[in-house]
């Protein structure tokens, strides 16, 4: 059967639609109530209409509650999505962040040396973080020259600083400051800005029965100290309490 086209045709039909069931439920409770009994246009229309406003009613109330299911469901559906989609923006953010500013990584300085050279010493300042580094600086203080030769302090002599520009994951660039000497022991302190914040590095070599060892601890520039990496050698004299002292060692008059 060709349906008319138009409003007025969609609208019968989407009543057909609603209220087939209703109309056929009525008219078999309508027989059924009036089989063996008098029947009047009042008994009959009287049993119809409430036989046909109870099904619709009900058949409406069943869809209602089918409806509601599937939108609360769907609902569900929306809010995990959602949650996901907040979760992974959240985290491409943060990996884009950590990219622009290298994260919560940092650099180390470990020096390359050769105690019997009265050379400069080569320090090699590495990427130890996830991302690249950038707008790396270090300054290196001496402070055993410092101590030893108070005013006697050039430009370059006992402090320098070096811009190291972009280091990427697991790479090194290298400068060079310092000498070894003859002393027992040495002392410097490097400070290692970035674009996300500063280090602070304490580096100590000690001579010890005709060897050379070197200790170093970096730590997070701020008010609680954070210690982020720490290598002190077996045989480092240590405190009463067990642990290496970091400050920095009076002089030695035996020392020279």
Same mark, same amino acid.
């Given at each position: 059967?060709k349906? =008319?086209?138009?409003?007025i045709?969609?609208?019968?039909f989407?009543? !057909? ?5 209703p109309?056929?439920?009525a008219?078999?409770?309508t027989?059924?109530v009036l089989w ?6 009042k008994?009959? +229309?009287?049993?119809?209409v ?6 619709s009613?009900?058949?409406? %109330?069943?869809?209602r509650?089918?409806?509601?299911a599937? @939108?609360?469901?769907?609902? &569900?559906?929306? %809010? @995990? *999505? ?14 884009t962040?950590n ?6 990584g940092?650099c180390?300085?470990? =020096?390359?040396y050769?105690?019997?050279? %009265? #050379?400069?010493?080569d320090?090699? @300042?590495?990427n130890c973080?996830? #991302?690249?580094? #950038?707008?790396?600086t270090v ?10 030769? =108070? +005013?006697?302090e050039a430009p370059g002599m006992?402090t320098?600083?070096?811009s190291l +520009?972009?280091? =990427?994951?697991g790479?090194? *660039?290298?400068?060079e400051?310092? /000498? ?5 022991? *040495?002392?410097?302190t490097v ?6 914040g500063r280090v602070? %590095?304490d580096? *100590?070599?000690?001579r010890?029965a005709? /060897?050379?060892? !070197?200790?170093y601890?970096?730590t997070r520039? +701020?008010e @609680? !100290?954070v210690? !982020?990496?720490? #290598?002190i ?6 405190? &009463?309490?067990g ?7 009076e002089l030695n008059?035996?020392?020279?």
């Amino acid at each position: 059967m060709k349906l =008319p086209s138009g409003t007025i045709a969609k609208t019968i039909f989407q009543l !057909l639609k609603e209220f087939w069931f209703p109309f056929i439920s009525a008219c078999g409770w309508t027989a059924l109530v009036l089989w063996d009994e008098p029947k009047d246009v009042k008994s009959i +229309g009287s049993n119809f209409v409430t036989a046909f406003f109870f099904v619709s009613w009900m058949t409406g %109330q069943i869809f209602r509650v089918r409806k509601q299911a599937g @939108v609360e469901a769907s609902f &569900e559906h929306l %809010q @995990v *999505r959602l949650g996901r989609m907040i979760d992974e923006l959240n985290d491409k953010t943060i990996w884009t962040i950590n990219h622009i500013t290298g994260g919560d990584g940092y650099c180390h300085a470990l =020096p390359k040396y050769n105690w019997k050279s %009265q #050379y400069k010493m080569d320090w090699e @300042v590495t990427n130890c973080g996830d #991302y690249s580094m #950038y707008e790396v600086t270090v300054t290196i203080d001496d402070l055993d020259m410092k101590f030893r030769r =108070p +005013g006697f302090e050039a430009p370059g002599m006992f402090t320098l600083t070096a811009s190291l +520009g972009e280091i =990427p994951t697991g790479a090194s *660039r290298m400068f060079e400051f310092g /000498s070894v000497g003859h002393e027992k022991s *040495r002392s410097f302190t490097v400070i290692i800005d970035s674009r996300n914040g500063r280090v602070i %590095q304490d580096v *100590r070599f000690i001579r010890n029965a005709g /060897s050379t060892d !070197l200790a170093y601890r970096v730590t997070r520039d +701020g008010e @609680v !100290l954070v210690v !982020l990496e720490e #290598y002190i050698p077996e045989h480092f004299p240590l405190g &009463e309490d067990g642990k290496f002292d970091w400050s920095v060692p009076e002089l030695n008059e035996n020392d020279g």
